[in-house]
């Protein structure tokens, strides 16, 4: 019924990251125009080099900010997968609700870090908006008890609620 759930939750960045992006766009264009300026002399060279590595800085640093979080449901256990500008994946944890000890939803009026245990590690696979419905998760992961903080959809909130009636407190 439940073994298998899916769900791609995307990454959203706050207004505050749009003066890096264009900072760094700024960048390129002054070394651009730098290299452009000393093209016939001794200083020429470097500032290709400074040119070309402030545009691939830039190319990675955009697709560092189209990030989504795949969370995969297969029996009890929660796989997450990063998935960097849909285009490269890393394989991220595998949390065993098997052994879950806690999951409740993240009250709206609390910061994200706040009422939670601080000697537990703590994994963020939240959209980072402050207004989504965030559940946390006290789960193990390869062998240590952990902090999980998530965003699942209905289905996926109904698959650990069967597997795990008795830990779950929404």
Known sequence: ??????????????????????????????????????????????????????IVGTVFVFRSYNLEFEYEWLSNELHIDKIIAQASRRKGNVFEFSKLERFE????????????A???????????????????????????LVQLFIEPNEEMLA????FNPSKVFV
Do not use: H, W
């Open 1 to 54: 019924m439940y073994d298998y759930v899916l769900q791609i939750v995307k990454r959203r960045y706050s207004k505050s990251e749009i003066p890096a992006k264009a900072g760094m766009v700024a960048l390129c264009v002054i070394s651009f125009l730098l290299f452009l300026m000393l093209v016939g002399t001794s200083m020429g060279a470097f500032m290709l080099i400074v040119c070309a590595l402030c």
């Open 118 to 144: 601080n000697n537990y590690k703590k994994y963020d696979y939240t959209s980072g908006l402050k207004d989504g419905d965030i559940y946390v998760a006290t789960v193990y992961c390869k062998g240590e």
């Open 159 to 162: 698959a650990i609620k069967y």
């Open 105 to 116: 939803l993240l009250r709206g009026n609390e910061s994200r870090y706040d009422n939670v």
